[in-house]
């Protein structure tokens, strides 16, 4: 959802941009005193300048509510399945790698050489969740899937030569 939200956005902007620049190109055949336009400009230019603020704020606000950034949110007596996982090159090391729907499930997540990165993607290949995997530091991620599924742990780091094949996999049942 973030990622399509994120790409119309930036196509609406990229297609408002050339618009604005072949106008421009369109319009500076024209030898104009653009003295008495200066000052009326000025003026719109300050508009136009919060407008598109305003405008950015608030598309960064509405889509960055959507990232699995979440912070932990458990009913009483629901405690998450810690999960311990460390990245070595080149693979994953998961405590566990098997859960139900809805089990809130905690990722402590750390390297023993090296940084990755740690990705959750669902089938269709599609971000859930992400931290960086550090030595000697350890990050969590709180996630509960709501899809039975196979979801892949991929390295999002480039971490030395065989990095495309740390990959790792979670089952989620119902």
């Not at 405008?55 to 509510?65: F, G, N, P, Q």
């Not at 859930?128 to 899809?147: G, L, W």
């Not at 892949?152 to 780091?157: A, F, G, K, N, P």
Request: hydrophobic share 45%; glycine share 6%; charged share 20%.
């Amino acid at each position: 959802m973030v990622q399509t939200v994120a790409w119309i956005v930036s196509l609406i902007f990229m297609l408002l941009i050339t618009a604005v620049f072949g106008f421009v190109a369109f319009k500076s055949k024209e030898k104009r005193d653009y003295e008495p336009i200066k000052k009326k400009w000025y003026k719109a230019r300050t508009f136009y300048g919060a407008t598109l603020v305003v405008v950015m704020l608030i598309i960064t606000i509405y889509t960055l509510r959507e990232l699995p950034y979440n912070q932990p949110v458990y009913g009483a007596g629901n405690d998450p399945t810690i999960v311990d996982v460390e990245a070595i090159q080149f693979g994953w090391k998961m405590s566990e790698t098997e859960f139900k729907v809805g089990e809130p499930i905690e990722f402590h997540v750390t390297s023993t050489d090296v940084t990755h990165g740690f990705g959750i993607y669902d089938s269709e290949l599609n971000l859930i969740a992400q931290t960086q995997a550090m030595p000697d530091y350890t990050n969590k991620v709180y996630i509960t899937f709501d899809k039975p599924g196979t979801y892949d742990v991929l390295c999002l780091e480039y971490c030395g030569l065989a990095h495309h094949l740390m990959i790792g996999k979670i089952v989620i049942t119902e």
